[in-house]
């Protein structure tokens, strides 16, 4: 019986339709919510009068839908507002459609292999985290520089902290992997590309406009890239809040630490894959019952092959909650072993 007899891995891969992407979700709500707000709530232009020249000026607004999700200086000093960290990162100006385009072509290029690689839930998770704290940052920015008050006309609105965030871990997660940069075909590598991307919102922050353009929040670019690069070489997991957002209460609220597995050197063993068996010889199968071994041998082999047990159940736990994409080559590789070895004793 091999690993895929047991019963909890057999009923993760039953044969069924694979699930839609998170990525995908997330750009549809996006899509919905902008054409929504630019059908039913479309802007409105105001006028406003300043008491103190007796001037009147023309203000226009983002729309109704918009204006409700985005994150407005003067919320901060609104406790019951405080889900506009989040919501915020769903709203995009209906005056300038290229900034929804422009956000949801670098998720869908390159959300869907940072997903695959992740988990869903562990990629929605960093997505929704990356989005409050670089809309956090945004606002300590703000209060640093002597802008943040209750009249403040300052707005935050766009998918760009959680799509940066993506894009720089991407880019660490698959340093070596071509990019072509669009519309002009420039093929560089990914890391290539994460540091220019760095580089420009570094420039804009110092330099007001910079080369992308005004009403850019450069701040929560740079946050979000400094975010995606703590977790990856932090090794954080937002596996919890991503399983609490689709409804996955029992991920989310199980706190029980998995047991830890102790490693052994034996020279059986790779550097790199402690749980990967390589037989001796033919002669030497551990598990060939060879009565030529003795007694402390046998005990040894017994006590390596329930450390392959119970890493062989870590790996199928993480199957079932991250996906098998989420696996490394190493994990790969001590399943099969695993397989093979149970295939062996039933024999």
Same mark, same amino acid.
């Given at each position: 019986? /091999?690993?895929?007899?047991?019963?909890?891995?057999?009923?993760?891969?039953?044969?069924?339709?694979?699930?839609?992407?998170?990525?995908?979700?997330?750009?549809?709500?996006?899509?919905?919510?902008?054409?929504?707000?630019?059908?039913?709530?479309?802007?409105?232009?105001?006028?406003?009068? *300043?008491?103190?020249?007796?001037?009147?000026?023309?203000?226009? +607004?983002?729309?109704?839908?918009?204006?409700?999700?985005?994150?407005?200086?003067?919320?901060?000093?609104?406790?019951?507002?405080?889900?506009?960290?989040?919501?915020?990162?769903?709203?995009?100006?209906?005056?300038?459609?290229? #900034?929804?385009? /422009?956000?949801?072509?670098?998720?869908?290029?390159?959300? @869907?292999?940072?997903?695959?690689?992740?988990?869903?839930?562990?990629?929605?998770?960093?997505?929704?985290?990356?989005?409050?704290? /670089?809309?956090?940052?945004?606002?300590?920015?703000?209060?640093?520089?002597?802008?943040?008050?209750?009249?403040?006309?300052?707005?935050?609105?766009?998918?760009?902290?959680?799509?940066?965030?993506?894009?720089i871990l991407f880019a660490?997660?698959?340093?070596? =992997? %071509?990019? =072509?940069?669009?519309?002009?075909?420039?093929?560089?590598?990914?890391?290539?590309?994460?540091?220019?991307? =760095?580089?420009?919102?570094?420039?804009?922050?110092?330099?007001?406009?910079?080369?992308?353009?005004?009403?850019? $929040?450069? %701040?929560?670019?740079?946050?979000?890239?400094?975010?995606?690069?703590?977790?990856?070489?932090?090794?954080?997991?937002?596996?919890?809040?991503?399983a609490f957002f689709l409804?996955?209460?029992?991920?989310? &609220?199980?706190?029980?630490?998995?047991?830890?597995?102790?490693? #052994?050197? *034996?020279?059986?063993? +790779?550097?790199?894959?402690?749980?990967?068996?390589?037989?001796?010889?033919?002669?030497?199968?551990?598990?060939? /019952? *060879?009565?030529? @071994?003795?007694?402390?041998?046998?005990?040894?082999? $017994? @006590?390596?092959?329930?450390?392959?047990?119970?890493?062989?159940?870590?790996?199928? @736990?993480?199957?079932?909650? %991250?996906?098998?994409?989420? &696996?490394?080559?190493?994990?790969?590789? %001590?399943?099969?072993?695993?397989?093979? &070895?149970?295939?062996?004793?039933?024999?």
């Open positions: 019986m /091999g690993y895929q007899d047991r019963d909890y891995y057999r009923d993760s891969y039953t044969p069924q339709r694979e699930p839609m992407k998170i990525v995908y979700k997330i750009i549809i709500l996006n899509v919905v919510l902008w054409l929504a707000n630019t059908l039913i709530t479309p802007p409105q232009i105001y006028e406003v009068r *300043d008491p103190s020249t007796n001037r009147t000026y023309k203000i226009q +607004d983002s729309g109704a839908i918009t204006e409700t999700l985005s994150l407005h200086h003067s919320d901060v000093y609104k406790p019951w507002l405080y889900w506009k960290f989040l919501t915020c990162g769903f709203a995009h100006s209906s005056e300038n459609a290229w #900034h929804l385009i /422009g956000n949801m072509l670098g998720l869908f290029f390159l959300g @869907r292999y940072v997903e695959e690689r992740y988990g869903a839930k562990q990629f929605l998770g960093f997505y929704l985290a990356a989005i409050v704290l /670089g809309n956090v940052f945004w606002i300590f920015c703000s209060w640093m520089n002597g802008t943040l008050s209750p009249n403040s006309p300052y707005c935050l609105l766009g998918a760009s902290g959680g799509v940066t965030a993506t894009v660490i997660t698959y340093p070596n =992997v %071509t990019l =072509v940069l669009f519309p002009i075909p420039i093929p560089m590598p990914a890391w290539v590309f994460g540091l220019l991307l =760095v580089g420009f919102d570094m420039y804009g922050a110092m330099h007001g406009e910079g080369l992308m353009g005004d009403n850019v $929040a450069y %701040t929560v670019h740079l946050s979000a890239a400094a975010f995606a690069a703590a977790y990856y070489f932090l090794n954080w997991n937002f596996t919890r809040l991503g409804g996955d209460f029992q991920t989310a &609220l199980h706190f029980k630490a998995s047991p830890r597995i102790r490693y #052994h050197n *034996d020279e059986r063993y +790779d550097e790199d894959d402690a749980f990967l068996y390589k037989p001796r010889s033919q002669n030497t199968d551990m598990f060939s /019952g *060879d009565d030529s @071994r003795n007694y402390s041998q046998r005990e040894k082999d $017994a @006590r390596l092959e329930a450390e392959l047990a119970d890493e062989a159940d870590r790996i199928l @736990r993480k199957i079932s909650q %991250t996906g098998r994409d989420s &696996l490394t080559r190493a994990e790969e590789r %001590t399943l099969q072993t695993y397989s093979e &070895l149970l295939q062996r004793k039933k024999r």
